[in-house]
């Protein structure tokens, strides 16, 4: 047991200024904090410094140090020097910059487009982590509205990373980790764009960064969760599940349960994209209780909007019904326009799944005008041949006939082969009934699956 520990001066000095405290001061506290000295943990405590964060960063189990005091003759001067190394990287101060990032950031916001790349790119003065930290913000905030303006703003703290230099960001270490971020949402704005390998690459990037950063878990557990939806997009389902378990054992071992509940959620994602919504249903029923509703409701639809999709495909349509009903409440609250557009659509699977027809007409009509007018015409093939399905069940030829119509010039704009486009006026003819009308429907929507997977890689 210690007898004697670091003061909280001592501490402050260490966590805020590590390459210029003494290197007695530097050793003792990290034979404390190394150890688990239970006295330097509540002093940490009381500072706001998150424990589990510092012995992910050391990659130490907390105690070894503790227990290996009684062999005698062993030298830790190595694992010291290693450790002390490491922390001084992490901590390492950059030189401040003369213009806040919040001046920088509104002189750029005073500027078109074209302007703010050509300033961040030539301009010293923008060569600021905090500008950085400020552009991968605000890129994040508008990632459920604003694709263009998404891609924009992460381009610019990509070109703002890459301007920063060792002097500014105190470290070479740190300096990689912001570099990493950087192209971390760079990648993934270029794949909300559909831009696939240009995100494969942007990402490949942002990981040789973060194996040559400081090794801040939640640094690299934010790459990890970012990387599994490219991999889900490009149909790699067993690698996007590896990278969310990985993810999600940082966040677990840090404790930053929100960030689990999210990777959790991506990771039921993958499964159901996989084909296997049983194995996503226990996944999403242990993250709703982690994910809180005031805080996160995008989070929150999202884990619910899949476990009903799981519901559906399991063909547990009342259960599935039940939970979206549930949500009404939850939608009202999320002024997403595409969110809601995507819920009428799986509110007509879950009517049509109950056989309540008619009303999942009306839905799928609903949800089919607003894909049109929103130009998102691989949507709109998809829920017109829903439609057609539900004409077909109805045993309606007048209304399979003016959906085929309607159905066609958006098969054609997606550039659908003429062999399908065949099958389809096939249908509108009334050549098929029944079962062989539910197949070619079933066939077709695989094609425009295909297409719309092909469009995005």
């Not at 490219?230 to 993810?247: D, G, P, V």
């Amino acid at each position: 047991m210690f007898t004697h520990h670091p003061t909280r001066a001592d501490l402050e000095v260490f966590l805020h200024d590590a390459p210029r405290a003494a290197v007695r001061t530097n050793s003792f506290v990290i034979r404390h904090l190394l150890a688990g000295c239970h006295a330097c943990r509540e002093h940490l405590d009381n500072l706001g410094w998150e424990r589990r964060r510092l012995e992910r960063l050391l990659q130490l189990r907390p105690g070894s140090l503790e227990d290996s005091n009684t062999s005698s003759g062993f030298d830790y001067s190595q694992a010291f020097s290693g450790a002390e190394r490491a922390l001084a990287a992490f901590f390492a101060q950059g030189r401040p910059s003369e213009i806040s990032a919040d001046e920088l950031r509104a002189e750029l916001d005073s500027l078109v487009a074209e302007e703010q790349i050509r300033r961040v790119s030539t301009d010293r003065r923008f060569a600021s982590p905090e500008l950085v930290k400020q552009l991968i913000d605000g890129s994040q905030a508008v990632r459920f509205h604003d694709p263009e303006k998404l891609l924009h703003l992460a381009h610019l703290a990509c070109l703002a990373a890459e301007s920063c230099s060792e002097v500014e960001s105190g470290s070479p270490e740190r300096l990689a980790d912001l570099r990493c971020q950087g192209w971390r949402q760079y990648g993934t704005a270029l794949r909300v764009q559909g831009r696939l390998r240009e995100s494969d690459a942007a990402f490949a990037r942002s990981q040789r960064f973060c194996e040559e950063g400081t090794g801040d878990p939640p640094v690299r557990a934010q790459l990890l969760s970012t990387l599994l939806s490219l991999r889900m997009a490009q149909r790699r389902f067993a690698e996007a599940i590896r990278l969310a378990e990985e993810a999600g054992e940082i966040y677990q071992g840090i404790g930053q349960t929100s960030e689990l509940a999210s990777t959790l959620v991506q990771k039921a994602i993958a499964y159901i994209y996989a084909g296997e919504p049983a194995s996503a249903v226990p996944i999403l029923n242990r993250a709703i209780p982690l994910i809180k509703p005031q805080d996160e409701p995008h989070l929150l639809l999202a884990a619910c909007h899949n476990l009903v999709h799981c519901y559906i495909d399991l063909s547990r349509p009342e259960q599935a019904l039940s939970l979206f009903f549930e949500m009404r409440s939850l939608y009202r609250e999320v002024d997403d326009a595409m969110i809601l557009l995507r819920a009428g659509y799986q509110e007509g699977f879950m009517l049509r799944d109950l056989g309540h027809l008619r009303a999942a007409e009306a839905a799928f009509i609903r949800a089919r005008d607003g894909f049109c007018e929103h130009k998102l015409m691989y949507e709109a093939a998809l829920v017109s041949l829903d439609l057609a399905a539900v004409y077909v069940k109805l045993g309606d030829s007048e209304k399979i006939q003016e959906i085929v119509a309607t159905t066609v010039p958006i098969f054609r704009s997606l550039g659908v082969d003429r062999e399908a486009l065949a099958s389809l006026l096939q249908l509108q003819q009334g050549a098929l009934q029944g079962q062989q009308a539910f197949e070619l429907i079933s066939v077709l929507g695989t094609k425009v699956e295909q297409l719309g997977r092909s469009a995005a890689s």
